[in-house]
């Protein structure tokens, strides 16, 4: 099958941003041999680049920004960094980098992760740009949310699991609102002094449910999916506090139920609540509902 026109520019331009970012500068001649393209296709691809490239002379042309930031890192590391890549690659070497496009190319690795929301391009598209601004320049928004107007002061958009959530206080108090639940929002002409203790909170915890009161919740897995959650964290700041044949048990700190409650039903029948008391209770209550209202051929 033959590679879409569009598809083959898109690879082009990656790998001529791979070689700015690895050695600097590019020549356009030796562009044109290594793709086997007319000038006049290497000017077009330069041109789509040219808000980032800049022409240096005798053909050679380099990122307009090219300079590293404070921490020493380039662009290509900052794109990594905004994507969360050391979940998938705790090591981002400058071999790393060498080796991506021979990686893409051979495609032996294929990372897969949560599908995005139905709406997720309206969303983007109808709320990026507003609250980008806002939180940069610190506007108090207000907004339609689940059918009930509210004004908010935001502070990060974070995506978990392929969902957006937008981080902001109400009253004072640390929620997180999910885009697609958003129904209309306006930048108010009011400013918000931002807190530093909220804004310390979010840079230290990746998770859109943050708050800074937490409680501690002791969960028990049986031996037969115990090895899910000793291989890795499922549960906010885990913590395998004992073991045993029969399975273990882990503490953790949770900001809201809805980090603890949604992993619980999933692992049904092999895990169990401890502490709280209320949680369980709520899980109960939860179970005594379904089990009440669910027709009659499930339950059978």
Same mark, same amino acid.
């Given at each position: 099958?033959?590679? #879409? &026109? ?22 356009? @001649? ?10 006049? +296709? ?5 041109? &789509?680049? &040219? ?10 042309? @380099? ?16 794109? &990594? ?24 190319? %051979? ?15 309206? /969303? ?12 940069? %320049? ?54 918000? +002094? #931002?807190? =530093?203790?909220? =804004? ?32 890795? /964290?499922?549960?906010? /700041?885990?913590?395998?506090?004992? %073991? ?12 809201? %139920?809805?980090?603890?409650? #949604? ?38």
């Amino acid at each position: 099958m033959t590679t #879409p &026109a569009r598809s083959r520019s898109a690879e082009r331009l990656v790998d001529i941003l791979m070689e700015l970012h690895l050695n600097g500068v590019v020549n356009r @001649r030796d562009l044109m041999h290594k793709f086997k393209i007319t000038e006049r +296709t290497v000017y077009r691809d330069l041109n &789509a680049l &040219a808000p980032i490239v800049q022409h240096t002379g005798n053909g050679l042309y @380099r990122l307009i920004h090219a300079q590293q930031n404070a921490s020493g890192q380039g662009l290509h590391n900052a794109v &990594a960094n905004l994507l969360n890549a050391d979940i998938y690659f705790p090591d981002r070497g400058t071999a790393f980098w060498q080796s991506l496009e021979a990686r893409v190319e %051979e495609n032996h690795i294929l990372i897969l992760s949560n599908d995005a929301e139905h709406t997720v391009q309206n /969303d983007i598209r109808r709320h990026l740009t507003a609250i980008e601004k806002s939180i940069k %320049e610190r506007h108090v928004c207000q907004m339609v949310y689940k059918d009930k107007t509210r004004l908010i002061n935001p502070y990060k958009l974070i995506n978990k699991k392929n969902i957006w959530y937008l981080q902001a206080t109400e009253n004072g108090r640390l929620k997180s609102f999910s885009l697609s639940q958003i129904n209309w929002l306006d930048i108010q002409k009011e400013t918000f +002094t #931002p807190d =530093a203790d909220t =804004a310390e909170l979010l840079e230290k915890n990746l998770d859109p449910w943050v708050s800074e009161d937490t409680f501690e919740v002791k969960i028990f897995t049986n031996n037969i999916i115990s090895h899910y959650f000793t291989r890795r /964290d499922l549960l906010p /700041d885990q913590e395998v506090i004992a %073991e045993s044949d029969d399975g273990v048990t882990i503490r953790c700190q949770a900001a809201h %139920e809805n980090q603890i409650l #949604p992993l619980i039903f999933y692992w049904l029948p092999n895990i169990q609540v401890l502490e709280p008391q209320w949680l369980r209770d709520k899980l109960f209550e939860t179970l005594e509902g379904y089990m009440t209202t669910a027709p009659a051929e499930v339950l059978e």
